[in-house]
């Protein structure tokens, strides 16, 4: 236990001396996206997000930002007769470059690193035989995030991203589109 302790003082040490405007966040996003098959509606649904994330200074104005997500993309499609709930969840790694207005404001575009964690399938009616083994989700796939982060307080603040994945997230399911807040808490 002591091992642990210490181990997390000196990751987290580390961490605030290469990254500045580094905090928790945690929010919830609206995820959508495109069947590819008629006759099949989609709907949105409500994930959480949970991480921690900082700022790397580049070169005036603007910096590497990245950090550590526990993310989830639910997906919901039905059909005549039945529906089903997909939840997956990922670990993400933001790999942004963003651009500070000031210490209270920054915009920010990059690719995300999303490897999949787990993925549960509830399904009803028609669709009631639907499995993990029968959606086939993709094990990582690449979002693009385009956001901005803001502090209202000195170590509150708020970060709003829209994300776009093209392609295949899972059987049947392309295009996957979110939009997001999360609560940011500073710790810099």
């Known amino acids: 236990m ?5 181990l997390a ?5 580390a961490f605030a001396q290469a990254f ?9 996003r609206s995820q959508n996206f495109t069947a590819d098959t008629t006759g099949v509606s989609t709907s949105s649904e409500i994930g959480y997000q949970l991480g921690v994330s900082g700022a790397v200074p580049v070169s005036g104005a603007f910096v590497f930002r990245s950090g550590l997500f526990y993310t989830e993309r639910p997906l919901k499609y039905s059909v005549t007769g039945g529906d089903a709930t997909i939840k997956l969840t990922y670990f993400d790694i933001p790999l942004t470059f963003g651009y500070k207005f000031s210490d209270y404001a920054l915009v920010y575009l990059g690719p995300v ?4 964690l787990s993925d549960n399938v509830k399904s009803s009616g028609t669709l009631s035989g639907t ?5 086939s989700p993709k094990g990582t796939i690449v979002p693009i995030v385009l ?4 502090r209202f307080a000195p170590q509150i603040g708020a970060n709003v ?3 776009m994945t093209s392609g295949e997230a899972a059987t049947g399911a392309k295009d996957l589109r979110a939009v997001g807040a999360n609560l940011i808490v500073y710790l810099d």
């Open 113 to 116: 690193l999303a490897v999949k």
């Open 9 to 13: 003082l000196t990751v987290s040490s």
């Open 2 to 6: 002591k091992f642990l302790i210490v």
């Open 131 to 135: 499995t993990s083994s029968s959606v």
């Open 147 to 150: 956001g901005a982060a803001f």
């Open 20 to 28: 500045e405007d580094y905090g928790v966040e945690a929010g919830f």
């Open 161 to 163: 991203f829209f994300e």
